[in-house]
């Protein structure tokens, strides 16, 4: 990973995190060709501890298993349950989204923000979640971490960086892939792709 973006994507967009169980990367694993729909809580390090996430239950979350688009733990936790059985299972940030690295928090040079000629000051709010590009164009997300004179200190870490992740939930619904599912590698009808 490079922590040197040079430029801010062109449409600026303001991200709406959803964290869950999905990977930082893609990278292929074996399948195991089920559809699986589920509600979880996601909490911080119990149980007990502070809500993270919540699926909807008008919205549940809709998955392919076993194609490495979620995290491997969250997989092997649910790998044999079935519709209406109940789960509850902690993964270590390890084993999560990755420890805290120092090094992905920077001072970026204020020009940076400069946006035809004008100084984007309305994205340089501490918190605020930015979208920017490094230099082999690969989107990252930045959060402002503080506005200072002539920089600006920005966070790349993943905003679940250093968190111990408690799910709970139910499984809905467990079915086969369809072989088109499993061709384009991913969920069609409710919870998943219309084309
Ligand atoms: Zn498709």
């Known amino acids: 990973m490079n922590f040197a973006p040079k430029k801010l994507v062109t449409q600026l967009e303001y991200t709406e995190f959803s964290f869950g169980p999905?990977?930082?990367?893609?990278?292929?694993?074996?399948?195991?060709?089920?559809?699986?729909?589920?509600?979880?809580?996601?909490?911080?390090?119990?149980?007990?501890?502070?809500?993270?996430?919540?699926?909807p239950k008008e919205k549940p979350f809709v998955f392919l298993f076993g194609i490495g688009q979620?995290?491997?733990?969250?997989?092997?936790?649910?790998?044999?349950?079935?519709?209406g059985d109940n789960f509850s299972f902690g993964i270590t940030s390890e084993n999560?989204?990755?420890?805290?690295?120092?090094?992905?928090?920077?001072?970026?040079?204020?020009?940076?923000?400069?946006?035809?000629?004008?100084?984007a000051e309305d994205l340089?709010?501490?918190?605020?979640?930015?979208?920017?590009?490094?230099?082999?164009g690969q989107p990252m997300n930045a959060r402002i971490v503080e506005v200072k004179e002539e920089h600006v200190k920005v966070d790349f870490n993943h905003p679940m960086a250093g968190i111990n992740l408690?799910?709970?939930?139910?499984?809905?619904?467990?079915?086969e892939a369809t072989a088109e599912e499993l061709d384009h590698g991913h969920v069609h009808g409710p919870g998943g792709h219309h084309h």
Do not use: C, W
């Open 96 to 119: 999560g989204y990755g420890n805290v690295n120092p090094e992905a928090i920077v001072d970026l040079d204020k020009n940076i923000f400069v946006i035809d000629g004008k100084l």
């Open 22 to 55: 999905l990977r930082k990367q893609y990278k292929m694993i074996a399948g195991k060709d089920k559809v699986v729909t589920l509600l979880y809580q996601l909490r911080k390090d119990s149980k007990a501890g502070d809500l993270i996430e919540e699926t």
């Open 166 to 175: 408690h799910f709970t939930g139910e499984v809905m619904e467990v079915r």
């Open 70 to 83: 979620l995290l491997p733990e969250f997989e092997q936790n649910l790998n044999g349950l079935k519709s």
């Open 124 to 136: 340089l709010v501490v918190d605020k979640v930015i979208t920017m590009r490094n230099e082999e």
